[in-house]
């Protein structure tokens, strides 16, 4: 079965500076999705940035980027100019792109808790 | 607006008192699932529904019940609450069990059972 490791509970980061959050997966399929998802104090969960295995370039979205390293099975998750409202909970998820007649559920590590400091 | 609605966002009650979460979703998904969000354990998943009249248990379905009658409802009965299914819970979908495309999730519904 498919497992996902975020090894850091909890991380803080000065405001404006660059944090990067580490994600770990396991799994035997060459081809998946990888997501980082953040849950501000809303709770809300909010796609932050997704990857495509097959996809060798590292997905960017404005100041959020990774670093997907396939044969590693790691994903972090990079924030540079890091703001207050960045303080929140992240997840990295994991999902199958098997597809058929299965459940190709999104798997979650247990998350990271990020702080900003002004 | 797209997106998947789910009532109540809190709820207090007592051990044994049937309740229901609804969630709904605008977006013809196919796909809908429900998890449960425990400090510690991030997110897990208590069933899901590829379809209408297609459900299926995800990791952790004891003590719940799931019904897909329509396309866009998916809600989340708990016949008989205990106190060890407070937690925070999603519902979420996406377009095919399949797709490349992202899952959408509800805001949360808090139940705490007393």
């Known amino acids: ?118 | 607006e797209a997106q998947v609605t789910q009532n109540p966002r809190y709820l207090i009650t007592v051990t044994g008192k049937k309740l229901t979460v609804t969630c709904s979703q605008n977006m013809n998904h196919e796909y809908m699932s429900w998890y449960r969000q425990d400090p510690g354990l991030g997110l897990r998943q208590i069933y899901y529904s590829m379809n209408v009249e297609v459900t299926d248990k995800g990791d952790v379905p004891e003590g719940y019940k799931v019904s897909r009658k329509e396309k866009r409802n998916f809600p989340l009965i708990l016949e008989s609450p205990s106190p060890n299914q407070t937690s925070l819970y999603f519902c979420a979908s996406r377009r095919t069990p399949t797709t490349n495309q992202p899952q959408h999730f509800g805001d949360g519904t808090r139940l705490s059972i007393l």
Request: overall charge neutral; aromatic content about 12%.
């Open chain 1, 1 to 118: 079965a498919q497992t996902v490791t975020q090894s850091q509970p909890e991380m803080s980061v000065q405001e404006a500076e660059t944090v990067t959050l580490s994600c770990t997966y396991d799994t035997s399929e060459s081809d998946y999705y990888l997501f980082w998802y953040k849950q501000p104090p809303s709770r809300q969960m909010i796609l932050v940035i997704r990857q495509e295995a097959y996809k060798q370039q590292n997905a960017t979205e404005n100041r959020f980027s990774v670093n997907f390293q396939k044969a590693a099975k790691s994903f972090s998750l990079k924030i540079s100019d890091s703001q207050l409202g960045d303080a929140a909970m992240y997840f990295c998820a994991y999902r199958s792109a098997l597809g058929g007649n299965r459940d190709d559920k999104i798997i979650f590590g247990k998350g990271t808790r990020l702080h900003i400091l002004p």
